[in-house]
């Protein structure tokens, strides 16, 4: 079973950006696409950027030419670098895996908050 970590997330005024990290257990992590979502409160979770095990990247379009997915396989380590963020952004980040079905155990998530 997969065990992922969040972290990374904050309190952040518009504009500012903060880059997400999530650390991941297994050796499934470098053969499979990885996902940030997001769930704002009383919204459900969204899938807003991914990565394929060869390095291919997609991102909804509420986040494209600000966020930034990569990952280091050799750290089982999947991030997120958010910039130029909106008030809208506000929501708690996760990452899973993306493509397939989602693994069943979710970490705890990160906070992002963007307020002046």
């Known amino acids: 079973q997969v065990q992922l970590v969040e972290s990374g997330g904050g309190l952040v005024q518009p504009g500012g950006s903060l880059r997400l990290s999530c650390a991941a257990s297994?050796?499934?992590?470098?053969?499979?696409?990885m996902g940030w979502y997001r769930q704002a409160p009383g919204k459900q979770r969204e899938l807003v950027a991914v990565i394929t095990s060869g390095g291919s990247t997609n991102y909804a379009d509420s986040v494209k030419g600000r966020f930034t997915i990569s990952r280091d396989n050799a750290k089982n380590t999947v991030y997120l670098q958010m910039n130029n963020l909106k008030p809208e952004d506000t929501a708690v980040y996760y990452c899973n895996r993306a493509y397939l079905a989602p693994w069943t155990s979710w970490g705890q998530g990160t906070q992002v908050t963007v307020s002046s």
């Open positions: 297994g050796s499934a992590f470098s053969l499979n696409a």
